[in-house]
């Protein structure tokens, strides 16, 4: 049984281990935006969907104090530097996207040196922070050690926030993501002290375990309960899908830093309404203004997904974010109706057009 005494979270710490200073954190390396701390939104990663294109996109108009890539898996062998390259290509624009969001880059593995030497390689391009990944409950990954599979083991979860930790340059912030546990939150407290006592900067936690996936609801009173149990900033995570969800989660967790996912796909002016503290929905005429910035936005997601991929991959890639933004826009629905059948994106180009989406620039780039 991990025992929080075994490794204080004052004073010394197991040599190898490191700790960044509270007070140093809450005014620097932590908060790319030291001018606002009592308030902090954070970008999800989302593998599959929430990648280096949307990241450009959703942080281009709209202020994130943060956002993290998809994990790169870490697994037997040293990764080049390309590897990071690919999945955060900001570590060439100073870790930041294109929008000026500091960018974390995220690691997932369950071998504490390999990560750790790995971490070194990362740390040579300068990300804003390394994160490492205690969250994900895909079965394909669970099954070789990684993500949320490792949350019945806090004693490895704590070998591997100090062996990163060290390898680490000093001024480098180290986080974590975690979920509550695997089948259920018995272990929540001992991993999150585990990873706080291994010098984690920052915690974020999902509030549902790995069985629940995305299954509603979240458990946002554990967020609370860990906050309450290690001296990290810790961030809440899951089910915000407006700013009355997140008012909600700050009241029942005590936490008002939140790490936005689907709900910023599915409302990409979800951070700005959290930040002006809007107290109810967006009325329709709202939306509807609304929907020309999103029209812009699917313009230039359209330019982006294009230049990174094939044609053939990017009626999906569309699709995928339409299928999202039907939960706030009405419009979406129609046009996501119109497109869901067709297959290229020569069919699927004019029915955008049609539908008001910016297409000069994409056409170029065609």
Request: glycine residues 8%.
């Amino acid at each position: 049984m991990w025992k929080t005494r075994d490794y204080p979270r004052v004073g010394a710490l197991p040599q190898g281990c490191w700790r960044w200073p509270r007070n140093d954190a809450l005014q620097s390396r932590v908060f790319p935006f030291p001018e606002a701390p009592i308030l902090r939104l954070l970008l999800a990663p989302m593998e599959g969907l929430l990648d280096d294109v949307l990241r450009a996109v959703l942080t281009r108009d709209t202020r994130y104090d943060c956002a993290v890539t998809e994990f790169v898996r870490v697994s037997g062998v040293m990764l080049p530097p390309r590897t990071y390259r690919r999945i955060a290509p900001e570590l060439d624009n100073g870790s930041r996207t294109v929008g000026g969001t500091p960018l974390r880059v995220q690691l997932l593995g369950s071998d504490p040196a390999l990560l750790a030497a790995n971490a070194a390689v990362l740390a040579r391009l300068a990300p804003t922070a390394v994160d490492l990944n205690f969250g994900c409950p895909a079965p394909t990954v669970n099954r070789h050690r990684g993500g949320a599979a490792l949350l019945d083991e806090p004693e490895l979860l704590h070998e591997i926030a100090c062996s990163v930790r060290a390898a680490l340059p000093p001024e480098m912030p180290l986080t974590a993501k975690m979920r509550l546990g695997i089948a259920d939150a018995g272990r929540a407290l001992d991993c999150a002290r585990a990873l706080a006592d291994g010098g984690i900067a920052e915690l974020v936690v999902h509030a549902r375990t790995k069985q629940q996936g995305y299954r509603p609801p979240a458990h946002w009173e554990w967020v609370g309960r860990i906050a309450s149990e290690v001296q990290v900033p810790v961030v809440a995570n899951g089910e915000v899908w407006s700013a009355a969800d997140w008012r909600r989660c700050r009241a029942v967790s005590g936490v008002a830093d939140v790490m936005l996912g689907r709900g910023a796909v599915a409302d990409p002016f979800l951070a700005g309404r959290i930040r002006r503290g809007e107290l109810e929905p967006p009325e329709p005429a709202v939306r509807a203004e609304e929907w020309a910035a999103v029209l812009d936005l699917l313009g230039d997601f359209r330019v982006r997904v294009r230049a990174k991929l094939r044609a053939a991959f990017v009626p999906g890639r569309i699709k995928q974010w339409l299928n999202l933004l039907r939960r706030s826009y009405p419009q979406a629905e129609s046009l996501f109706a119109e497109i869901r059948t067709l297959r290229h994106l020569a069919e699927i180009d004019p029915v955008l057009a049609a539908h008001g989406v910016p297409m000069a620039a994409a056409l170029r780039a065609a």
